[in-house]
Each structure stands twice: as structure tokens, then as C-alpha cells.
């Protein structure tokens, strides 16, 4: 394990630690892609794949972001199906599209051809990883894994989906087989993330995107044991862990015992429909709370944005009143591809000013 760089200037690390940052922190997940004329420039010569598993594109596409806009951390630019790739699955990433899975994941067979991270195979995240903590030289790096039920919906669908029909079928009706699937993926998720935190990542997050497909009981039964098996395996690196769902509402409470008692600062992401003060009194205490500005706001116009900017630090505010250890800045999801840079800038500037 690699002893870790301190960054204590950083807003970013005071706040998820629950210390006072001298400004709001802020970035914004997929802060790195499309949005960026600089990011479709290298794309055009590249494909997705190609791009995910070079460390120089690695490394300029997770600086873009941050030399454009000022945030507070780096997100690493890779994607949650770069380990499953890692670990012996046939996919590719289809412009437009997202993930497509070869032969999608249904049987016991299937399952057992998943084979555990070759680390050497994600060599180029890890080569990334050392010189963006280099580069970076005050902004922490935040490394990121797919959840393990995120993981599963791809690769039992076989893409992207509404439903997640397979994947929840697969669940209730072959619990054993979805147990075992369940486990082979937080496996994976936990070599993903222990890779690049051997590398130096200063914070990680994991991304159970598609969580909110499911009721809170049943999300305690099938998703809960395996989401909190990462976490528990990664604490004693002592980096802050942040826990992040797309429509989880009503898993904000379990999905925050996932990131608690570990001793090292856990932090929950929450999406837009959900007000930060509602989701203090929902997590763990001692938790910090990740979000939450509608990423279509970015798309309405600067009054509309400065007003719903506003909001959210009043939100923030008044969750840390409602015994959220801090705040950070983010969107409730991702950067849409449509989002003007320019106004990302003018978001973080205008945060970074309230
Ligand atoms: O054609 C292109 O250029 C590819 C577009 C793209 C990019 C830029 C994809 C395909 N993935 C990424 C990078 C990526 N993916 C990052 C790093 C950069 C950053 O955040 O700035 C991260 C953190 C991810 C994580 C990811 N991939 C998630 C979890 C986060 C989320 O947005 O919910 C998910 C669900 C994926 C799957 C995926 N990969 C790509 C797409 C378009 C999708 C979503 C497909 C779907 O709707 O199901």
C-alpha cells in the first residue's frame, strides 16, 4: 500500500471529513466526457475501449475537467465495465448506447467464467492513477467502481435498460445463482478499486447507478451484504468512501450503513428528487452528503441556473444543520453531453462564490 499523499488545503477532504472547508467544494460526476469539445477531439481517434485502457488518454481526459473549470476533484476517467473486461467478459462501450455485454450473464456457467481482476490488465489505470496524483497537484483524485447490482443489470441484460427485467427476475427467482453472480462482481469491484487506491486515488466512490429500481426490502436482502462487503474491504486504506445512487429516496438510510462505522469519512450521494435536509435525517449519523442539482438545469439558462444553484447550498446549508457532517457540491447525476461548458464554469465559479 502506497503511503498517502495529504492534501489539507483541499475543500473536497475537509468537508467529507467533517472539518470546515474555507469554500464549498465542488465537481460534478462526469465531469469528464462529452460535454467537452477537448474530450470529443481525442474520442474521434480513439475508441471508448481504446481510451479507457491507455494511461496517456487516462491521464489528459481526467485532467480536461479540471483545468477548464476549477472543481475541487478529479474523477478518474475510466468506466465501471473496464474491470468485468478485467475480468474475462467480452463487452465493448457503443457510442450512444453504453455498455454492450457479448453473451449476457444467465446461468451458473455463466457465472463461473468470471474470473477474478487480472491486475495486469488494468495496468494503464494504475500507471494513470500515479501521474495524475503528480499532476494534481493540490486537487484530490477520486477513483470510482460500478456497485455490484449496477455491474450485474449490465451484464445480466446484456445493455443498457429501463426495466432491468432479467437482472430483478434473476433475483427473485434464482436467488442462489443471483447470490453467487453478486459475489464473483463485488470481488471484481473491490480488485478494481484496490488497484487504484494501491496507485494513490485520494477518495473513492461507488456508483450503484441503478440501485433505485428496487424497494428498500428488497435491496436489503439481494444488494445491501455485497455493497457493504466493498466497503468493508476497502476501509482500511482510510480514504473517504462515497456511496452514490440514481432514484434511491427510500435506500438513502441502508445505502449509507453500507459507507458508516469504518472509522474513515463516508459520504452519500443523493439525486435531485430528494432535498439534502430530507436526506440528512435519512442516512447514518456522521455521514456528509454528496449532490444534488438536476443536471437538466444546466440546460435551462444562467437565471435559472444561478437561482437553482443558490438553492442547493441553502440546502446544503441547512442539511449540515440537520446533522449532515458536511456538504459537497455535485449534480444529482451526470453531465449531460449537451451540458455548454461555459456554463459548468460559471456553476463552479458561482459555488466556489457562495
Ligand atoms: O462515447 C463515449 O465517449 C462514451 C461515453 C462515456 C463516458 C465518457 C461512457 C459510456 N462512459 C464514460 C466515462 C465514465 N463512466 C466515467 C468517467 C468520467 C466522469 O465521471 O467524468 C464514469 C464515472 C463512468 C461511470 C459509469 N458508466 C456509470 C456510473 C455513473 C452514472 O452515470 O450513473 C454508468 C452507469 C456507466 C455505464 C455507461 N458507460 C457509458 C454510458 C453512456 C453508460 C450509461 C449507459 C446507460 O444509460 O445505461
Known amino acids: 500500500m502506497n503511503t498517502r499523499r495529504e492534501l489539507p488545503e483541499s475543500p473536497y477532504l475537509a468537508a467529507v471529513a467533517g ?5 464549498v467544494p465542488v465537481w460534478m460526476m462526469r465531469q469528464a466526457g462529452r460535454s467537452l469539445p477537448e474530450y470529443r477531439a481525442l474520442r474521434a481517434k480513439n475508441t471508448m475501449m481504446q481510451a479507457c485502457f491507455d494511461a496517456d488518454l487516462i491521464t489528459e481526459i481526467t485532467l480536461q475537467p479540471v483545468r477548464r473549470h476549477d472543481v475541487d476533484a478529479a474523477i478518474l476517467f475510466s ?15 457503443v457510442p450512444d448506447v453504453g455498455p454492450v455485454i457479448e453473451r449476457p450473464v444467465r446461468t451458473l456457467a455463466d457465472v463461473e467464467a468470471i474470473t477474478e481482476l487480472q491486475r495486469d490488465q ?13 499532476e494534481l497537484a493540490d486537487v484530490p483524485l477520486i477513483g470510482f467502481a460500478g456497485a455490484p447490482f449496477t455491474l450485474a443489470s449490465y451484464l445480466v441484460e446484456g445493455g443498457p435498460s429501463r426495466h432491468h427485467e432479467h437482472t430483478k427476475a434473476m433475483m427473485l427467482g434464482a436467488p442462489e445463482l443471483w447470490h453467487a453472480l453478486m459475489t464473483a462482481l463485488t470481488d471484481v469491484t473491490i480488485g478494481f478499486l484496490q488497484t487504484q487506491l494501491d496507485a494513490g486515488v485520494d477518495a473513492i466512490q461507488v456508483f450503484d447507478s441503478w440501485a ?3 424497494s428498500l426490502a428488497d435491496y436489503r436482502t439481494y ?6 462487503r466493498v466497503f468493508a474491504a476497502l476501509a482500511g486504506y482510510g480514504v473517504p468512501m462515497t456511496h452514490f445512487g440514481v432514484g434511491t ?20 450521494g443523493v439525486d435531485w428528487r430528494t432535498s439534502l435536509t430530507d436526506a440528512a435525517a435519512r ?19 444562467w437565471p435559472v441556473v444561478q437561482r437553482a444553484v443558490r438553492a442547493v447550498v441553502d440546502d446544503g446549508r441547512r442539511a449540515m444543520d440537520a446533522g449532515a457532517v458536511g456538504h459537497v457540491f455535485n449534480l444529482g447525476h451526470g453531465v449531460l453531453p449537451a451540458t ?3 456554463i459548468i464554469t460559471d456553476t463552479v465559479a458561482l459555488v466556489h462564490e457562495l
Not at 19 to 23: E, I, L, S, V
Not at 79 to 93: F, K, T
Not at 223 to 228: E, K, N, R, T
Request: net charge negative; no cysteine.
Open 283 to 301: 442516512v447514518q449519523p456522521g455521514v456528509a452528503l454528496q449532490g444534488n442539482l438536476d443536471p437538466v438545469v444546466l440546460l435551462a439558462g
Open 340 to 342: 455548454d461548458p461555459a
Open 122 to 134: 488494468v495496468a494503464p489505470v494504475a500507471a494513470a492513477v500515479g501521474r495524475l496524483t503528480t
Open 249 to 268: 429516496a427510500e435506500l438513502l438510510g441502508a445505502m449509507s450503513e453500507a459507507v458508516t462505522g469504518h472509522g474513515t469519512p463516508a459520504v452519500v
Open 212 to 214: 433505485g429500481t428496487l
Open 223 to 228: 444488494v445491501l451484504p455485497h455493497s457493504a
Open 79 to 93: 468506466d465501471i465495465v473496464v474491470p468485468l473486461r478485467a475480468a474475462g467478459i467480452a463487452l465493448d462501450i
Open 19 to 23: 472539518r470546515k472547508p474555507h469554500r
